[in-house]
């Protein structure tokens, strides 16, 4: 018995400072770590809890309030909207902000640390609360700033970037944005660069052109057109004022127009070069707002003609209205028919079947095939360009039984082929490739042990 009592009283030891470790060393040992690193913090406040930062660089002060869904307003030196993801980013790096050390407890002297006269001053509020951060001259390393806080006066060494919180102007905290538009829910497009006026609508999830033509649009373009549309941003703000008026009258005659129409909304911008050899651009929406001043390239970004808009493919249908395609080439002509999903070739005898993989590929290149610049916008005479002896032909025909499509390939110079198909009026090149692509019949037959139909 007495030797388990031993064995018994060492348990009950290790248990005892089990227990005082839990319930005391380590709650101690939390609560110190948690005081160290609210210590080391800049600022003690919460993000989502700030309700107003301004900012102060020598006697130019930007004054910001936050609004429903934490988006910020400037409320000085005029009121206007503020570019919210530029506010949150000085914000966060102020509350991500550590201090490396206390420098000097009360200094004697502000001058040796640049907050005699500091760079930036920063105040942040929150509800009743606030602090004001002086910000001065670059630490003994790189990405470090001198900073003070108002609440205790120390001079403190901090881990701040220079680039995250000086230099800070009212045109940094400015929205902008010159067109409010999401793209996801626009329904319809004005484009007019004068004398042109091309109107595209959204149908389903494509776009479609309705004036001055009815027809197809190109994807792709109208797509990029939105990007650019979004990122149409202001370099410089005319505010109202003598300037404002002075330069609304030299602005008479737009290079574009564009009016965009969706929920209820119908937002317009007028783009406007300045004066020869300026070098200058202008962005103009409604007459109370600032006169923007912008990239010159981007006019050249936001014009499109009208068969840049278009749908550039030749042929004139699409790869799943395909019945049948007739190819033709001076030297061979076959049928590929579409039967259930599954391409067969026209008059083959024998049971060898078609490699899928190689026609999908196929019709997919001819149906797919895009104008990439137009010659004539009027078919004339075909002979100078190959036409009326090509050196390939396609016949589509829609599962309905009914012509629906043709393309003509006529002579290639360089890396291009003339061309002619239903879907656009005129001469066009297309890219050369694609008489190389145009597989002989023997080479569509699905090899020995090939698996051909899905």
Request: aromatic share 6%.
């Amino acid at each position: 018995m007495r030797r388990f009592s031993t064995t018994i009283l060492m348990a009950v030891m290790l248990a005892g400072l089990g227990a005082y470790l839990y319930w005391v060393e380590l709650p101690s040992e939390r609560s110190k770590a948690l005081t160290e690193a609210q210590e080391k913090k800049l600022l003690p406040f919460e993000e989502r809890d700030v309700t107003s930062l301004s900012v102060r660089s020598g006697s130019n002060e930007v004054v910001m309030a936050a609004g429903e869904n934490r988006h910020w307003s400037i409320t000085a030196p005029l009121q206007t909207d503020a570019d919210s993801r530029e506010v949150e980013s000085v914000l966060r790096a102020l509350l991500l902000g550590k201090v490396s050390r206390v420098v000097e407890e009360k200094a004697p002297s502000l001058a040796p640390f640049g907050l005699e006269n500091p760079s930036a001053v920063l105040t942040i509020r929150t509800g009743a609360s606030q602090e004001t951060v002086s910000v001065g001259d670059s630490g003994p390393v790189s990405s470090t700033l001198y900073a003070m806080r108002a609440s205790d006066q120390k001079i403190l060494l901090t881990d701040l970037a220079p680039k995250d919180v000086l230099n800070k102007t009212l045109l940094t905290f400015r929205k902008k944005e010159i067109l409010p538009v999401d793209r996801d829910k626009i329904q319809r497009l004005r484009l007019s660069y004068p004398p042109t006026e091309i109107v595209l609508y959204r149908m389903d999830k494509s776009w479609k052109i309705r004036f001055p033509i009815e027809a197809d649009a190109d994807q792709t373009e109208v797509r990029t057109l939105l990007f650019r549309m979004e990122d149409l941003k202001a370099m410089a703000f005319i505010d109202p004022g003598p300037e404002h008026a002075a330069l609304t009258k030299k602005l008479t005659k737009p290079e574009a127009r564009i009016t965009v129409y969706q929920a209820g909304a119908e937002p317009a911008v007028k783009l406007f070069q300045g004066g020869a050899g300026t070098g200058e651009a202008y962005a103009v929406t409604t007459p109370e707002a600032p006169i923007y001043r912008i990239n010159p390239a981007a006019i050249k970004d936001l014009t499109r003609d009208l068969f840049t808009l278009q749908d550039k493919r030749l042929l004139g249908l699409n790869l799943d209205e395909v019945g049948k395609l007739t190819v033709k080439t001076r030297e061979a002509q076959y049928v590929l028919s579409n039967q259930n999903g599954a391409w067969t070739l026209e008059g083959q005898s024998g049971v060898q079947s078609v490699d899928q993989q190689a026609a999908d590929l196929f019709v997919s290149r001819v149906v797919n095939l895009p104008a990439e610049l137009r010659v004539v916008k009027q078919t004339g005479p075909l002979a100078p360009y190959g036409l009326s002896s090509p050196s390939a032909e396609f016949t589509a025909t829609g599962k309905d039984g009914k012509a629906r499509g043709r393309l003509v390939l006529g002579t290639r110079t360089g890396g291009l082929v003339y061309a002619m198909g239903e879907r656009l009026p005129g001469i066009y090149q297309a890219r050369a490739d694609i008489l190389t692509q145009i597989p002989p019949k023997d080479n569509l037959l699905a090899k020995p042990g090939q698996v051909a139909n899905p």
